[in-house]
């Protein structure tokens, strides 16, 4: 999944981060910091409190739970939307068959039963799964959710021309052959066409999936699977006002400036054992300024950065040094890198990719995300340790070693992709995350060394899909070089990587195979993991998947990512979830 992160920023020096960074090192390694909150309304619980655990456990409802950022979701429709954190927090107004169980740290990624009354009764093949809907799970104006809203709104995902933007998998399980054309182009009277699901009364719902997929039950808990009414759904505006079947309705929604949601009165709390519903209200507010925010989440103002990228490096020196208890430092599972699209001279050449690799300064790049405890680990390859597969020591380009790149290899590299004085391109990067700025300019400077000269295209980054997301308009751009971030759409390698690597994900829209990869073995492989309900098994050809991709060098992951993110006093019920990436589980969050 992508992530969002605060408005336009002061670019920072090299020097200033460094010591930003180093300043985080010490304090998070035992240095000083009140116990008091910073808003004076209790005390905190202390540093990482939230980390594997909960802070301040409480049933208490009541109040008013406050969210800033300074990045709208991408949709807030649960079919379109991508961002991290819109998943998370669509929680308050969306459920889905099963989803995600409420408890901090690895355990989160266990999937419950949520509308359905267990996790899905699968045949002996694989490739039917049937599910029964509880009793007394409402839309908000008290309507039953009938297992026809479920279908209609898992159809709208084949409706790319209509609704782009959100996770296929799905379509990709369902209809691999995509012969179904989605309910807008649906001939039949009910627009309920799509023959691999079927609804033999309201209760009950059956997957019929054409060959078995051992991530099935992970893509059923995505926020892709919500139900819609088709009486409500708007199409290219539903985003602008879901119909809520979850604990909390929106009441209003301003693009870029905020939302405001109340009890949804026709909820029971006796069908949903996962959502606390504990505030009577959530509000967000959406602002440009970053070190604002971090301020006004200090003193108190709000509670939660929405967008949980981490406090700004001037945030972080005060919190740091006055609010530690406040303070989690989480591992997110997400990789932070820069991607080569093959479709841009002269990225189609391997060499020249590779020399980017072995010309950048992987200790600067990490430095410009903030150091070791606010940025992570430096990144060896494309898949995080948290995924089964994974393997933080296999170093292909030898990036543990060359911290501050290989000077020599790079223009050997270069020489072989006949640019032997090196040559011109442009590093796309968002214009709202600072980190990603100073990761462009970090690799600005190291690449001239070598000879490579690239300028940096700040471009909108509330238009990523179509930005981006476009192989057109990236070719037409010239982008050679784009910057960004991912975590797993779902805990396996199927959700970290495919998105990413598999030919059959290129979209004209809304697309993530950035290095516009076709490798028609690795497409292979995605298909032998995806047969496996071993978790082991499919590891195996997860780990084969990442060397082949390595071997491409159309990736140069930045971090393994680690977050600094800010925890007021008022908050109750507080703890890092793996199953979003180390934020906070939203759904489960109170208020003094």
């Not at 200090?298 to 919190?319: L, Q």
Request: glycine content about 10%; some cysteine.
């Amino acid at each position: 999944m992508v992530t969002a992160n605060s408005s336009s920023r002061r670019r920072l020096a090299a020097s200033a981060a460094l010591v930003v960074a180093a300043l985080v090192g010490t304090a998070a390694c035992g240095g000083g910091g009140k116990d008091d909150g910073a808003d004076g309304k209790g005390k905190a619980p202390g540093f990482n409190a939230a980390v594997g655990k909960i802070a301040n456990p409480s049933d208490k409802k009541g109040g008013t739970i406050k969210f800033i950022g300074t990045q709208d979701a991408d949709s807030w429709d649960p079919q379109r939307g991508y961002y991290g954190f819109m998943w998370d927090f669509a929680r308050y107004y969306t459920r889905q068959l099963i989803t995600f169980k409420p408890v901090p740290g690895t355990e989160s990624t266990e999937l419950v039963a949520d509308m359905a009354t267990d996790t899905g009764q699968v045949s002996a093949d694989k490739k039917t799964y049937t599910f029964k809907l509880k009793d007394g799970v409402n839309w908000e104006d008290g309507k039953p959710v009938t297992s026809k809203d479920i279908k209609y709104g898992i159809e709208r995902i084949w409706a790319q021309d209509k609704i782009s933007g959100g996770p296929i998998y799905l379509q990709q399980v369902l209809d691999p052959k995509k012969e179904y054309q989605g309910p807008y182009k649906d001939k039949s009277a009910d627009k309920l066409g799509l023959k691999a699901i079927e609804t033999p009364d309201d209760k009950t719902i059956v997957f019929k999936l054409p060959k078995p997929n051992g991530d099935f039950l992970q893509m059923l808990a995505m926020p892709a699977a919500t139900p819609v009414r088709q009486d409500k759904d708007t199409v290219e505006k539903y985003g602008l006002k879901p119909f809520s079947n979850g604990p909390y309705k929106i009441d209003s929604y301003t693009p870029n400036k905020g939302m405001e949601l109340s009890r949804n009165p026709n909820w029971k709390k006796e069908t949903d054992t996962v959502r606390k519903a504990l505030p009577d209200k959530v509000s967000l507010k959406l602002i440009t300024n970053a070190d604002d925010m971090d301020n006004r989440l200090i003193e108190g103002d709000y509670d939660v950065d929405i967008n949980a990228t981490g406090i700004s490096p001037a945030g972080r020196t005060k919190a740091l040094r006055d609010h530690k208890a406040n303070v989690d430092n989480p591992q997110t599972g997400f990789i932070r890198y820069a991607v080569f699209p093959q479709t841009v001279k002269p990225m189609d050449n391997i060499h020249c990719r590779k020399a980017v690799i072995y010309g950048s300064d992987h200790k600067s790049l990490q430095t410009a995300r903030g150091g070791p405890m606010a940025g992570g680990d430096i990144a060896t390859n494309m898949l995080p340790p948290s995924i089964k597969g994974s393997d933080a020591k296999y170093d292909p380009y030898n990036v543990l070693k060359d911290t501050t790149g290989n000077v020599a290899k790079a223009k050997e590299e270069l020489k072989a992709c006949g640019k032997p004085n090196g040559f011109e391109t442009t590093i796309a990067v968002r214009n709202n995350k600072q980190q990603e700025i100073a990761t462009a300019e970090s690799m600005q400077a190291s690449l001239k060394r070598v000879g490579i000269k690239v300028q940096i295209d700040q471009y909108d980054g509330a238009q990523t899909s179509g930005i981006i997301g476009a192989p057109k308009n990236v070719d037409k751009k010239n982008y050679g070089i784009i910057i960004m971030g991912w975590g797993a759409d779902f805990p396996t390698g199927q959700g970290f990587s495919q998105p990413l690597v598999d030919s059959r994900f290129i979209l004209d829209s809304g697309n993530n195979n950035f290095s516009m990869l076709k490798d028609k073995s690795i497409d292979g492989l995605f298909d032998k993991a995806m047969l496996e309900t071993d978790p082991d098994k499919a590891a195996e050809f997860y780990k084969q998947i990442n060397e082949k991709v390595s071997e491409h060098a159309v990736y140069l992951p930045f971090t393994f990512e680690k977050n600094m993110i800010w925890r007021s006093s008022r908050l109750t019920n507080v703890y890092t979830a793996d199953s979003y990436n180390g934020r906070y589980d939203y759904a489960s969050l109170g208020v003094k």
